[in-house]
DNA sequence: GTGTCCGATCGTTTATCTACGATAACCGAT
DNA sequence: ATCGGTTATCGTAGATAAACGATCGGACAC
């Protein structure tokens, strides 16, 4: 299976790539996950111990989280310790950047 | 209501309005539509005439980004001139962009 | 008024998300 | 081989989203 990890180079897959990450925190428990790894590296059972999630629940948003590439999980020893995947985030925050930069092509023709 | 422009002072609110902007750009057409708008304001026709969907999909779209606060529509005689809240998505742009600073606090930790 | 164009809304179908308990798989120790 | 701890997956139920055709409502022209 390829990892989509890498930045799509399409133009048409930035629409679609921008839709999949945005979709990824689309939760608002899925950017909670996102915060608290960015603030340290933790596995399942610590983001279950911090949401008011089931582990099953939180394991799904895992899931979908690491399918949009935004979360790695390592297998380490009996638990898989999680950690942000911060190039990817990274890509999703310039994507929205490129968007307001073709907007200022366009000055101040304004809604009105 | 409020207009939540300005960075919300709520830690917890950050979460949610995150994660409300990310739902509104989660679907490949809204990011199309956004992207359309930006390169100008256009009426619900134009946009249904650029999309492969139907206009009441198109209109439902519009709708939800018209509810995230993304997009604005005027009345405009006949027909309504939409156009991109561009204050809302510079919100979008930075709150990510809060995340990723605050990943920085905690360098090396490394996912490996 | 009547008709027309445009957009929103209603009602429906299908698909996906969200959440959970239960259970399986997996690893390290005993 | 078995046990205890950890995570993934299965199966299910309810909610929400996505898409469409059909229909309603407003704004102009006639």
Same mark, same amino acid.
């Given at each position: 299976m390829s990892t989509t990890? /890498?930045? #799509? #180079?399409?133009p048409l897959g930035q =629409?679609?790539? %921008?839709? &999949? %990450? #945005? !979709? #990824? &925190?689309?939760? @608002?428990? /899925?950017v909670r996950i996102v915060q608290l790894l960015l603030a340290k590296d933790a596995c399942c059972g610590e983001i279950v111990d911090e949401l008011p999630l089931a582990q099953a629940t939180v394991s799904q948003? %895992? !899931?979908? &989280?690491?399918e949009a590439? &935004?979360?790695?999980? =390592?297998i =380490?020893? @009996? /638990?898989?310790s999680y950690c942000v995947n911060r190039e990817r985030l990274e890509a999703l925050h310039e994507l929205l950047g490129g968007l307001l930069e073709k907007a200022k092509e366009v000055d101040t023709s304004g809604c009105d």
């Open positions: 990890t /890498r930045t #799509a #180079a399409s =629409e679609l790539d %921008l839709a &999949l %990450l #945005a !979709k #990824a &925190l689309a939760h @608002p428990a /899925r948003h %895992l !899931k979908m &989280l690491k590439g &935004l979360v790695i999980g =390592e =380490e020893g @009996p /638990r898989v």
